[in-house]
């Protein structure tokens, strides 16, 4: 089942740069929610330019309480929303899961 799980996650982040360089990035994720500073996220920093755009899109949410949590290791159960919302995103959605 971890195979399998870790496939899909794979295979959607391969095809998802793909398909963001035909339409363009701004095409594919439009922003659905205004930017947010999380406080463990260093401005500056190599990944800041990443978070905001993974939030404001809505691919992910943060850890709670301000954070960001840019050092945990991600979980399979979180992997799985990811590739769910950004298969969601691209088939005409806006992210949001039911």
Same mark, same amino acid.
């Given at each position: ?39 463990? @996220?260093?401005? =500056?920093?190599?990944? +800041?330019? *990443? %978070? ?9 949410? !943060? &850890? ?9 290791? @991600?979980?399979? =159960?979180?992997?799985? +929303?990811? *590739? %769910? ?9 806006? !992210? &949001?899961?039911?």
């Amino acid at each position: 089942m971890k195979r399998l799980l870790s496939l899909l996650v794979t295979g959607s982040l391969l095809v998802t740069p793909v398909l963001a360089t035909q339409t363009g990035v701004e095409d594919s994720f439009p922003a659905v929610r205004e930017p947010a500073s999380f406080a463990d @996220v260093a401005s =500056g920093s190599w990944y +800041t330019d *990443a %978070a905001g755009l993974c939030y404001v899109t809505g691919l992910l949410n !943060g &850890t709670g309480n301000g954070n960001f949590s840019p050092s945990r290791s @991600v979980t399979i =159960g979180e992997a799985a +929303t990811l *590739a %769910a919302r950004i298969h969601h995103i691209l088939s005409g959605g806006d !992210g &949001t899961l039911p």
